[in-house]
Structures are given as C-alpha cells and as structure tokens.
C-alpha cells in the first residue's frame, strides 16, 4: 500500500469532493430526464430498460481495460481528456431524440464513468495519510450522495418547466467540472517516473482470500437487496397504497441514511474497518429490508431505509479504506475498477430478475425474499474471513507509481 508520506492534502480532498458532488448530480440528472423523454415521447419500458442496460454494462465489461488505464497512464490527463469527451457527448445528447441514439450516447458516457471512477477512487489514498483515509472517503462519499439525492427533483423541477434540452447541458458543464477539477488538484498518479512506463505489477482478486469473499459477499447482497429498486414502487404503491409523494420520501430516505452517516464512520479508526465490520453492515442493510417486509404502513420504510442507507454509507467508506490498504498501490486502479464491475454486475442481474418475477409473485414476498437472500449472502461469508493482524500488509509491493505535486 502507499499513502502520501507527508501531510494530508486536503484542499485536493475538497476539490475532488466537490467535483463528485457535481458529477453526481449530473450523472443522475441525465439518467432522470432521459427517463422522463422516452416515457413522454410513448416509448416503452423496452426503451427505459435499455437506457439502464446502457448505463450499467460499460463499467462492467470495460473494467479490465479501463482499470489498467488508470494504473498506467498520467491521472490529470485521463480525466481531463474523458471529461471533456463527456461533456461532448451529453451536449449531443441534448439535441437528439432517437431512443437508439440516446442509448447509445448514453453507453458512451458510461464508458467515461468506468475510466475516471477507478481513477478517482485510486487518486484518494494519494491524498491523505494512511490515518487520514477513512474521514478523506467519508467526504467524497458524503459530496457524491448530496448530489444523488438532488439530482433527481432539479431533474423533475427543469423537464417540467424548460424540457429536457437545459438538465442535459447543465450535465455536460458538470462533466467540464471534473475537467477543472483536474487541472486544479496537485496530486497526480503516473504509471512510471520521467516518461517511462513502470512495470506492471500483477493483480489477481482471488489472491487474497478477503477481499475475495468481501466482494463476493457485496456483490450477492447488491444482486438481492438490488432487486428492491424495482420491486419497491410495486410494494408502496401497490401493496402499501402509498401516494407518489409519499413512494419520493421513502424511495429518497436510504440515501438520506447514506448522507447522514458516512462522515461519521469517516472518523472511526482505520484499524476497525475491516471486512468482518463490512460483512456486518452488509447484513444490517439487508435486515432493514427483511423487516420492511411486515410493515404494513409506508411510514414505517423511512427509519427502516435510512437504517439501510446508514449502513451503506459505512459500507462505502469501508471499501475504500480495505482496498486501499490490502492492495498496492500500483494496482489500485485495477482492484477498484474489478470490484465494482463485480458489483455492478450483480447489481444488473438483480434487475433483470425483478422484472419477470414482479409478474408473478406478489411484492410483498418479493421484498423478503431479497433481504432473506442478502442476508443469508452475507452470514455465510462470515466463518470465511480469517482473523488479519491489526495492521495487514499488502500483496507484493512491486514498483511504485510516482507520487508528485506539481509546481
């Protein structure tokens, strides 16, 4: 592992946090309003699928590729040049109106994602001090989740009264955002010292048995407790006769729990957040939703999802802070961009289930099912991670990648 041997940066820490937070906001921005043209314009749930399908596989399937470039090639100029390239594409995208071409616009823009993600999550630990990574995380975290959760009624608020053209350029101006962003911040990762590429150091999930079932833990909970997000609106709509104001609250209240508490375990030590401490919030995530499951009255879901959310956000930071110190750092790019493809992928096979199987179960039991099989997901994991020593030290060091602030 290697962190930035001298002070915490934290300017770059705030710059990067408010660059999430704007990205965020229009990445989610763009998902909404395009969600909203193609139902406005009488496409079907054909067309909104693919748009999702879209926006889910590219981080998926790239991550070999794009986890590489983030390890090999200079920070700054990969997010600069992809950044740019995004606010492109979502400037095309304000002016086209072909489902075919909107899905497809919108693919490219998630290949972005999956370039600048790793390349931001393996730019943190550079930041700050080893000791300093779990609040450094809890910022970004916190910033990305403010954007999450405004995104989706300024996208309601300007499709209502502008159309879809003005949410999609403020997109793309987030997505120049990141570029200023990257011309801003002093930290930079290059794959090796003046000019010449460093040599490859070799990463492989399964070599580390932890991080194996941590991520095989996640991703099975994600592809369970996933399921939720379209099982929920047949649940509290349907089931619960909730109103659509009330389906908002509940649907905003996890990522309202995520918000509220992953600064708080931002402060807790390094030394504790470990994979038996995410396997627990894992678990503690999926009972909010078994117990969702009994509740007979919509009310009941807020306290239960921000519970939810409360242990998602612990979740994030935990990952972070078990990646950063258990892989090094030359692979960093490569063990974030793997993981969450895992993730994600999961994450997309959840949704693909639910669909068909809101067909022909009733909701209700559906919701407990997820959580049943979360929770099953991340209790078997248990006996499966060893006992680490306190301070765990890294697969092979290898070669460095060059650390440097500029002039």
Do not use: K
Not at 217 to 226: D, E, K, R
Not at 306 to 317: D, K, P, Q, S, T
């Amino acid at each position: 592992m290697s962190f930035t041997s001298a002070s915490s940066r934290w300017t770059d820490v705030y710059l990067v946090a408010g660059g999430r937070a704007i990205s965020v906001c229009g990445d989610f921005l763009a998902a909404t309003t395009l969600a909203l043209v193609l139902q406005q314009a009488g496409h079907g749930g054909l067309a909104v699928s693919g748009l999702l399908l879209a926006a889910a596989l590219p981080p998926a399937l790239l991550a070999p590729l794009t986890g590489r470039l983030a390890d090999r090639a200079d920070s700054r100029t990969v997010l600069v040049l992809t950044g740019a390239a995004q606010a492109l594409v979502c400037a095309a995208l304000a002016v086209t109106s072909h489902p075919l071409a909107i899905i497809g616009l919108v693919a490219l823009l998630a290949a972005g994602l999956a370039v600048t993600q790793p390349t931001i999550q393996a730019l943190l630990p550079r930041m700050v001090h080893r000791d300093d990574l779990a609040r450094a995380s809890g910022i970004t975290q916190t910033a990305g989740q403010v954007g999450m959760l405004a995104a989706p009624a300024l996208a309601g608020f300007l499709v209502g009264q502008t159309g879809p053209r003005v949410p999609l350029l403020i997109d793309a101006v987030s997505y120049l955002a990141l570029v200023v962003v990257a011309l801003l911040i002093r930290t930079r990762r290059r794959g090796g010292a003046g000019g010449t590429a460093a040599a490859p150091v070799a990463f492989r999930l399964r070599a580390d048995r932890s991080l194996t079932v941590m991520t095989v833990a996640i991703a099975a909970t994600v592809a369970g407790v996933g399921a939720i997000n379209v099982i929920e609106v047949f649940f509290i709509r349907g089931t619960l006769g909730a109103s659509s104001t009330v389906f908002g609250l509940v649907a905003a209240s996890w990522t309202v729990g995520m918000l509220l508490f992953s600064p708080v375990f931002g402060r807790v030590p390094q030394h504790r957040l470990t994979v038996r401490l995410m396997l627990m919030l894992l678990a503690g995530s999926c009972v909010a939703v078994l117990a969702a499951a009994t509740v007979t009255s919509a009310a009941w879901l807020v306290p239960l999802w921000i519970f939810g959310g409360a242990c998602n956000g612990g979740l994030n930071v935990c990952l972070a802070v078990v990646v950063a110190g258990r892989v090094p750092s030359a692979a960093h790019g490569r063990a974030f961009a793997v993981i969450t493809a895992v993730v994600q992928g999961a994450g997309l096979l959840g949704y693909l289930v639910a669909g068909p199987l809101v067909e022909q179960f009733d909701p209700r039991v559906l919701v407990a099912g997820a959580g049943a099989a979360g929770l099953l997901a991340a209790l078997s994991c248990w006996p499966l991670v060893r006992r680490e020593p306190r301070d765990v030290p890294s697969i092979s060091e290898g070669p460095e990648i060059r650390d440097t602030v500029a002039a």
